[in-house]
């Protein structure tokens, strides 16, 4: 039971399982997850499956506080893009990829994000890529930060940035 390890499962009077998930775990990232291990491993497919279960709005935990895929993070910049919900659950998609050790899934979702990435979510962007090991957005992103090294210098988003980021930039991958 190695996958079903690290929930808390309980089967109740009608047979259904409860599965506890991290804080950071949105609902509709975590549908696209089981769509593409159940609906045969093409995202997205899987994203279709999972955004038409999905009831929609904003969701929120149990304590009424509202999920984001940026809770675990530390920082006070999140990233922001153009579509806001494609962003976030792409963010949170490649954190579960990462924590399931789905590599094709990770991969498939770092190509995404990078695709939405901008002058406006780079600095944000490298941190989740960092921290999500996500290998080649991070190269993406520390090649772009370095373009724009003379603009970031000085400017607080890069004072915050984690310092291996940094080094990375300044000193290539």
């Not at 804080?23 to 279709?48: H, I, S």
């Not at 993406?140 to 000085?154: I, K, N, P, S």
Request: some cysteine; overall charge negative; charged content about 20%.
């Amino acid at each position: 039971m190695t996958f079903a390890s690290g929930f808390a499962e309980t089967v109740g009077v009608s047979g259904r399982c409860r599965v506890e998930l991290p804080e950071w775990v949105m609902p509709r990232p975590m549908l696209w997850l089981l769509a593409y291990l159940y609906k045969g491993f093409d995202p997205k497919e899987a994203q279709l499956a999972a955004f038409a279960d999905a009831t929609g709005g904003a969701h929120s935990s149990a304590s009424g506080a509202p999920r984001t895929a940026r809770m675990w993070k530390l920082r006070q910049h999140a990233a922001r893009f153009k579509d806001e919900h494609a962003g976030e659950d792409l963010c949170c998609l490649l954190r579960l990829a990462e924590f399931y050790n789905l590599d094709h899934l990770k991969q498939w979702a770092e190509q995404q994000l990078a695709s939405l990435m901008g002058p406006e979510n780079l600095v944000a962007l490298s941190t989740h890529a960092y921290f999500c090991n996500a290998r080649q957005l991070l190269q993406f992103c520390v090649y772009h930060l370095q373009q724009r090294y003379a603009e970031l210098v000085g400017v607080q988003e890069w004072e915050d940035l984690e310092p291996a980021i940094q080094q990375l930039v300044l000193t290539g991958i």
